[in-house]
């Protein structure tokens, strides 16, 4: 399980430090995507494999399915973590998240994401301004 926050700064080579307890549980390779609202995903081995079996059986004959494939896949990268619990950024991905120089590690449950530090500030200050109101929705779905 992946929960927390830590900010981080990105080297010159666009390198980034995830938390020794994230690492525990990544394993040594990672596979690292284009994630939702700006970020970058962080997946296990174990954890991609079955985000690639759900998008096996999204229906190809539809443009949605095949554009979220697209988005999904295209950028993804199998990384590895350096002696110093280091993970090279691709620079396209870097490009897609804005990240410049400050990073947010943060855990999701079941995945990491990576943000820059303005864009993360700024979903977390909208996400909190509606946090109950979000709550009240989702109820049916936590139980």
Not at 24 to 36: A, I, M, N, P, S
Not at 71 to 86: H, N, S, V, Y
Request: overall charge negative; proline content about 2%; aromatic content about 10%.
């Amino acid at each position: 399980m992946f929960i927390g926050e830590y900010r981080h700064n990105t080297d010159n080579k666009g390198r980034i430090i995830i938390p020794a307890r994230f690492r525990d549980d990544l394993g040594e390779r990672v596979v690292l995507t284009r994630g939702l609202d700006g970020c970058i995903t962080v997946y296990t081995l174990a954890q991609w494999d079955k985000v690639l079996e759900g998008l096996r059986v999204l229906p190809t004959t539809k443009k949605e399915s095949r554009m979220y494939i697209h988005m999904l896949t295209a950028k993804a990268a199998e990384c590895e973590f350096d002696a110093q619990g280091r993970v090279l950024l691709p620079q396209s991905l870097i490009q897609e998240a804005a990240i410049e120089k400050e990073c947010v590690v943060i855990g999701v449950v079941d995945h990491v994401e990576i943000w820059s530090s303005l864009r993360w500030d700024n979903y977390y200050a909208d996400a909190s301004a509606s946090f109950e109101t979000i709550a009240e929705q989702l109820t049916e779905y936590v139980k």
